[in-house]
């Protein structure tokens, strides 16, 4: 069953450093997604991707967040200036293009990011 | 966004059937009910959605009332392994994002 895959799984950094969270979604997918979930607390949504841009962000998604897709099969989150909140598990997500409402959005295992 | 009530929690026994109830009053017509999961130290997992119908898949049923303002997700025989947070999420627009609530955490024993 294919599986949208994220690397690393734990990432450690100081605060103020950039870290880059990376994923590979599904290959035939056309949308693309970042969510972080802080301990304890709710999945949020954090940023969609459509046709090479951003098609939607949250409040959350300031300045400090970026997403691109560097080549066709990888979409990466950077966060330039890490801060302690930003601790979290960031999952990215994929979706098929074609259906519209009538698909289902297919989850990575996430990367717990650890900032000190 | 349009909301979706679920209960805090919920517990069952292993081997019997589970019934998951959503209340989604304010849903338009045009809104998608789906059910995703999160097993523990896990990202989400779809398990199942429908617009009017019922709905049936190798996880679970999905019983949407003829109003279409509540749904049940019904786990047929819960096993320890369907222990998880579910959620009931209104899926609207092409390229939408899901909106999370809380969920129902559904606790599983023998």
């Known amino acids: 069953e294919p599986e949208v895959t994220q690397t690393p799984s734990h990432q450690v950094t100081q605060m103020g450093q950039e870290v880059i969270l990376r994923c590979v979604p599904i290959?035939?997918?056309?949308?693309f997604y970042w969510y972080r979930q802080i301990l304890g607390q709710k999945v949020e949504f954090l940023v969609s991707?459509?046709?090479?841009?951003?098609?939607?962000k949250s409040e959350i998604f300031d300045d400090q967040f970026s997403v691109e897709r560097p080549d066709g099969s990888n979409f990466t989150l950077k966060i330039r200036s890490t801060k302690l909140e930003d601790s979290a598990m960031y999952f990215c997500?994929?979706?098929?293009?074609?259906?519209?409402?009538?698909?289902?959005?297919?989850f990575g295992q996430g990367t717990r990011l650890t900032v000190v | 966004d349009a909301k979706t009530t679920q209960p805090n929690s919920m517990e069952s026994n292993e081997e019997e059937p589970v019934h998951l109830p959503c209340n989604h009053s304010?849903?338009?017509?045009?809104?998608?009910i789906h059910w995703y999961r999160q097993l523990p130290s896990q990202g989400p997992e779809y398990v199942i959605h429908?617009?009017?119908s019922n709905v049936n898949n190798r996880m679970a049923s999905l019983a949407i009332a003829e109003d279409r303002k509540s749904s049940t997700l019904i786990l047929h025989r819960a096993t320890l392994r369907d222990a998880a947070v579910y959620y009931c999420?209104?899926?609207?627009?092409?390229?939408?994002?899901?909106?999370f609530g809380t969920g129902t955490r559904l606790q599983v024993t023998l």
């Open positions: 997500a994929s979706r098929e293009g074609v259906g519209g409402q009538n698909t289902e959005a297919f």
């Open positions: 290959s035939n997918h056309l949308y």
């Open positions: 991707f459509y046709n090479n841009e951003i098609s939607e």
């Open positions: 304010t849903i338009s017509g045009t809104d998608y």
């Open positions: 429908g617009l009017t």
């Open positions: 999420i209104l899926y609207t627009g092409t390229a939408s994002k899901l909106t």
